[in-house]
């Protein structure tokens, strides 16, 4: 099986909100990246040099286990503004090591309710129109 890769449009939400209300006069910061998607990542995980491009704040610091077992501290920082298949949202992002790949963990699945096929290496959301959420 392949890995989905997908572009991911990405935004600082401070800039956005703050442009919006009339606060901000530059630009707002975004970039577009190509990120994997892991369904056994639970947050968005952004590379270091990215996190900086958009500006993103320190939130809080969070133990994230590897696929090798190994254990890191790395910095949670936010909030961000992601955009996939034409869904919107906004959330944290583990902060990675400069360069690193980015990848779409559960959280941002869920929360566009987006359906990973990776046997045919798809992305795709689970209704047409909009997400449709568990409240359960």
């Known amino acids: 099986m392949g890995e989905i890769v997908v572009n991911v449009g990405l935004e600082n939400y401070v800039d956005r909100s703050t442009a919006r209300s009339g606060l901000r006069t530059e630009p707002v910061r975004r970039t577009h990246v190509d990120g994997v998607v892991d369904t056994g990542a639970v947050m ?31 910095q949670v920082a936010g909030p961000v503004a992601i955009e996939v298949c034409d869904r919107f949202m906004v959330t944290e992002c583990v902060v990675g090591p400069p ?38």
């Open 44 to 74: 968005l995980m952004l590379p270091e040099n990215v996190v900086e491009q958009l500006g993103l704040e320190p939130l809080r610091t969070a133990i994230v286990t590897y696929a090798d077992e190994r254990r890191e501290e790395r």
């Open 99 to 136: 360069l690193s790949e980015p990848l779409i963990g559960q959280i941002v699945l869920e929360g566009l309710d987006l359906i990973a096929d990776c046997a045919n290496r798809t992305l795709t959301p689970r209704t047409p129109d909009y997400p449709s959420l568990k409240l359960k």
